[in-house]
């Protein structure tokens, strides 16, 4: 493989073991050997561990869901796809398998979580009662562990959190429509009841009204379960107040798409409406034009960093005091 790739052996090594110390032109190189050649090193592995496995055992990382959402139910989410894929190709890229799962209604880990079966697990989310809180706090194993995505359970703060910062969301989205002119602006909320959507209102509100913009707030108090129905009732109450408003923030970008097509159904110019969305959803985003800004929150950032960080931990390189990172949102531009 080497000599294919015109690499010592050392290098190949170091691919394999610590990618991120090779450049990306060399990774790549070495790559399309492995690809040609479809190579695949045992996960675990004979003889002496390199510094970057020292703590693998049994080569199997667990990412568990600690939300009421079914496995199925995960993958049809917006974001968790993108994270869930994320963990997986980095783990992957060092040679780990990865173990998929969720808590129970009685906040049971699933039985692969533990010393015997993984080397280390990543929790995102919290139990959705405080029952399965309570069970999970007892369920919950000895071994490195990782919090990532948003929101956590861990309040005796034991583990690293990795998080994208929901509260810079809603200010990025006042400060982008307040560039060009903007005077009233609208702000859509499928979800009320879902608490990073809540602040992203409060952070977009008191931006926006900071740089003198006028926010008019769109939100269903009843959200019914067929999705295109809550898309029509906000595109309803928006055309009986949309007087004057020439700019719109929606908390992620699926909702944008349908609620745009529900306006263009009525008649209304919505093309004309300077909007900016939330996750950058490629899936909704490449059927909206003109193509409207968005904010990436990191996502795939974020699984990459938190199978980093779990590494360490399961390597002894990080030891002591724990580490809470936010990872800051970026605004990607529209097409004005």
Known sequence: MARTANVSISTVSRFFNKPESLSPQIAAKIEKVVAKTNYRPRIVRPGPKAATRIGIRTGVIALVSLCDFSLEQLWRLPVLPILIGSVQSTLLRRQLSLFLGNLDKDGRLPECVSSRRCDGVIFFSK???????????????????????RDHADEEHRFDHIFYDNSAVG???????ASPGHRKVAFFNTDPTHSAFGARENGFCERARSLGLEPV????????????????KLAVDFLRNCDDITGAFFCVDHDMLGIQIELLAAGYPARNLDMIGCNADEVALQYL?????????????IGQMAVDQLLRRINGESSGAVNEIFVKPELIKGER
Do not use: M
């Not at 200010?171 to 429509?177: K, Q």
């Not at 707030?217 to 029509?232: A, D, I, M, S, W």
């Not at 034009?289 to 950032?301: G, L, V």
């Open 217 to 232: 707030v769109f939100k269903l108090e009843h959200p019914e379960r067929e999705v295109q129905k809550n898309y029509r």
């Open 289 to 301: 034009s003109p193509r409207p800004a968005t904010i990436d929150i990191k996502i795939s950032q």
């Open 171 to 177: 200010p990025i989205a006042a400060e982008y429509l």
């Open 127 to 149: 139990p959705p009662t405080p029952e399965a809180a309570a069970g999970f706090r007892k369920s919950l194993p000895d071994l490195p562990t990782v919090w990532c995505f």
